[in-house]
């Protein structure tokens, strides 16, 4: 069994941080334990959320572990009096940002509601610094991996039970509790790096081994049948009258028409997408959704903005994403994956974490807009994939092009 997160940031703290606690948030002293229970239970339903895929637990993980971390001692140190606990918010807004990202705003009001004085917010940003330090130490004490924390995490769900009000699972768009942090279970996050044989292979059974003769002789028939189809054109083509030219002139044409290059460099450095021409991300969409061929890699970048080094959305009501809203009301059986790239030019784990947080924006624009969330998946990349080819031109053309947000088609139907 897992150990119950609210009761170690209760005995981390002791009388006195839950009374700095209280006092801070202009709270009796003996409603500071009531408080710090709230604020925990959110924070951590919070972060069960924002864990609903393999890459949301990796960001929090990078979150709780990264260098930027806070310090439990030091946090803990904080709340010894109202001064030092009030310079942790700065630390504790940002956080709130990344784990509740454009929910912040509803699941504040909802925090609101449950603490006397309109102390919500605050109660929360100066949780959240507590409880991500708890859960660093538990990482490093334990030698956790991703995987041993989401199970840590899943564990803490039994403690949560009656401390969740409905409203915040309506803020955070989760049907009733039991769906809050489900996919942490469903979707192997307990032990991510182990290969699921069912799901590599369909069923478990063994499949029983290909004999020679099982395919040799087919192969055999179909050979045959070829060697004398190949035999009766040629004998058609002996027989022709003399006068009848191999070709006819619109053959000819053809056979001398040029073909289209085939270099594979070309296509990948333009990643496809650049062929169908720009900025008709609508038409793009539609026509690839139209064809039989689909390269299921291929990407529709969005054109949406975003200040610079973080996720605050500059046109959130682009018309890209209202376009794409409406391509998926119009094709209720459409599974997309929004996908943040960066340049690549600073911190590895900062850069993936912002590229994590900008495909988390488009993802609950999409989400407000009434696409169902069980059909978007937002991904932060990184600078994994950049466009810019190897030539400095080309560095130097396409290099504001990696900064970008691209949806890529999942499924269809």
């Given at each position: ?19 700095t606690?209280?006092?801070e948030?202009d709270l ?11 604020g ?7 972060m069960?959320?924002?864990a ?9 993980f ?17 709340f010894s ?11 504790g ?28 917010g605050r109660?929360?940003?100066?949780v ?31 403690f ?10 309506d ?5 009733g509790?039991d ?7 469903t979707?192997?996050?307990a ?6 044989e ?10 029983k ?6 395919w ?20 058609g ?12 002139p619109?053959?000819q ?20 997408q ?8 609508t ?16 990407e529709f970048?969005l ?13 959130p009501n ?17 599974t997309v ?18 590229s994590?947080?900008?495909a988390?924006?488009?993802r ?32 130097t ?17």
């Open positions: 069994m897992a150990e119950n997160l609210l009761e170690l940031a209760a005995s981390q703290l002791g009388a006195s941080g839950i009374g606690l209280a006092s948030l009796p002293a003996d409603k500071g334990q009531s408080a710090l229970d709230t925990v239970a959110f924070v951590l339903a919070g069960l959320n924002k609903s895929s393999k890459t949301g637990m990796a960001y929090l990078n979150l709780i572990t990264g260098s930027e971390a806070a310090d439990l001692t030091d946090i803990t140190n904080k009096n109202r001064e030092k606990l009030a310079s942790t918010l700065p630390v807004t940002e956080m709130l940002q990344k784990v509740f990202g454009t929910r912040v705003e509803e699941v504040t009001k909802v925090a609101t509601t449950e603490v006397p004085g309109n102390g919500g109660l929360l940003k100066l959240l610094p507590l409880v991500a330090a708890l859960l660093g130490a538990q990482v490093k004490s334990q030698k956790m991996d991703v995987s041993d924390l989401a199970s840590f995490l899943i564990g803490q769900r039994e949560l039970r009656n401390k969740i009000p409905d409203a915040l699972l803020a955070l768009d989760v049907q509790f769906e809050l942090g489900a996919s942490l279970v979707h192997g996050h032990k991510p790096q182990e290969p699921r069912q799901a590599l292979h369909g069923s478990g059974e063994k499949k081994p290909v004999s020679f003769s099982s040799f002789f087919p192969l055999l028939l179909v050979l045959v049948a070829l060697y004398a189809l190949n035999m009766c054109m040629d004998k083509r002996q027989e022709r009258p003399a006068d009848q030219p191999l070709e006819t619109q053959e044409a053809f056979m001398e028409s040029p073909s289209q290059s085939g270099d594979d460099t070309t296509l990948t450095d333009r990643n496809a650049a062929q169908l021409g720009p900025d008709k991300f038409s793009n969409l539609s026509d690839y959704l139209k064809s039989f061929d689909r390269d299921p890699n291929q970048p054109e949406v903005k975003f200040e610079a080094r973080t996720a605050k959305i500059l046109n682009a018309a890209d994403i209202r376009a794409l809203a409406k391509i998926m009301q119009e094709n209720p059986k459409l994956a929004i996908e943040g790239h960066v340049q690549g030019e600073g911190n590895e784990i900062r850069e993936q974490e912002i994590q947080e900008r988390d924006v488009v609950e624009i999409l989400l407000q807009k009434g696409i169902a969330a069980n059909r978007i998946t937002a991904t932060g990349m990184g600078s994994a994939k950049p466009l810019a080819g190897d030539e400095p031109e080309q560095n053309q396409k290099k504001t092009q990696n900064e970008r947000i691209s949806v890529r088609v999942v499924t269809t139907q």
